[in-house]
């Protein structure tokens, strides 16, 4: 298929969130089934969950929650849960698949969520398609709305600070580019938000420069929002 021209004047949400209207259907078929047999990442999430239940300070956002499978799973461990994404399609889904959760149609980068309200943020494979100033917003909303004490855990791509244009995905055209922040640039936007990174994992993909990465952070108990809220392009 032809790659479809991107609208003129878009940024780069609208084209994730446009692409993804367009592809969440055979997203939600493919990823899954996938989770369900993932157990090294449903290892990680399951100790999160866990974590952040017994910590006791609050909801916990799952920010770009897809079609809400991991959502989902955070709830079954006893989380207060619940899914933000940019694509009123994926929100669709997921309400129709989990309607006991509740899911939002919104961006990370301008959380509609009051300060200091939430005792745990998850993002799982989403800040990926956002350039570094839409990361460095999401990190400065997510530090926003943690209360003192409260956790992140962020897992997504990592790579050399390079970009990649792909023409389709889960079999449609698709409009967004990914961007691959190296780790270290990732946790300094973490840092910058007035985040304290705690630990942080990388597993190499084979064949490419490109790794599967973690990082666990916390807002600490003395927080002041950031003044500067420029970010190195």
């Known amino acids: 298929m032809r790659r479809l021209p991107k609208p003129a004047g878009s940024s780069p949400l609208d084209a994730v969130r446009e692409s993804f209207e367009t592809v969440a259907a055979d997203y939600a078929q493919l990823v899954k089934p996938m989770f369900e047999t993932a157990s090294a990442e449903r290892a990680v999430l399951a100790a999160f969950a866990d974590r952040v239940r017994d910590d006791g300070l609050g909801p916990v956002a799952d ?113 967004y580019e990914l961007f691959m922040l190296s780790i270290e640039r990732l946790v300094g936007l973490i840092e910058a938000a007035g985040l304290v990174v705690a630990d942080r994992q990388l597993t190499r993909i084979p064949g490419k420069e490109r790794w599967h990465a973690r990082v666990w952070a916390s807002k600490p108990p003395r927080w002041t929002a950031p003044t500067d809220v420029g970010v190195d392009r």
């Not at 461990?77 to 309607?99: C, N, T």
């Not at 959380?111 to 309200?117: I, K």
């Open 63 to 175: 920010l770009g929650c897809g079609p809400g499978h991991v959502t989902a799973f955070l709830a079954e461990r006893g989380v207060e849960a619940f899914g933000v994404d940019l694509s009123p399609r994926m929100i669709a889904l997921a309400g129709a698949a989990y309607p006991g959760l509740r899911f939002d149609v919104g961006s990370m980068t301008e959380l509609e969520l009051a300060d200091a309200s939430l005792g745990g943020v998850l993002t799982w494979y989403s800040t990926h398609l956002l350039p570094p100033e839409s990361v460095a917003a999401a990190f400065r909303e997510i530090a926003r709305t943690l209360v003192p004490g409260g956790r992140l855990l962020w897992g997504s791509y990592v790579g050399v600070d390079d970009r990649v244009r792909p023409e389709q995905a889960y079999g449609h055209p698709v409009t």
